[in-house]
């Protein structure tokens, strides 16, 4: 089955409670998660899933030059960044696209869907 990569982003500045208004809400956040990700588990789609340290702890390295050159902080500046994925294997986009609707919901921030570089993501989208 194709695997797909659903990410989610959140404000760059984050306040006291991560990227929540309460820190009842960062709570639900945190619950509602965790139940969708035992839902990927108990459904056998779950490839992995992690949340990632704010963006200000990333190293960019360009390696294309003579030396490598290493950068303190992520490769772009903006307003918002990537604060965590899952990885699925799923049959298909519509699938994948229906889970990143609960994702959405359940981590109350955008989700972005993308196919892995895979055989079956590729056959799948020339099919389209």
Avoid at 24 to 53: K, P, S
């Amino acid at each position: 089955m194709p695997r797909y990569l659903l990410s989610v982003f959140g404000a760059a500045e984050q306040t006291e409670f991560g990227g929540y208004g309460s820190p009842e809400e960062m709570v639900q956040a945190f619950a509602d998660t965790g139940a969708f990700n035992d839902r990927l588990e108990r459904e056998g789609v779950l490839v992995f899933v992690d949340g990632l340290q704010p963006a200000v702890t990333a190293t960019t390295v360009d390696g294309q030059g003579e030396r490598p050159v290493i950068l303190d902080g992520p490769y772009l500046e903006t307003k918002e960044h990537l604060g965590g994925f899952w990885v699925v294997d799923v049959a298909d986009l519509d699938i994948a696209l229906g889970l990143a609707g609960d994702a959405s919901r359940a981590c109350r921030g955008r989700v972005e869907v993308r196919p892995f570089h895979t055989q079956d993501t590729v056959s799948d989208l020339h099919r389209s």
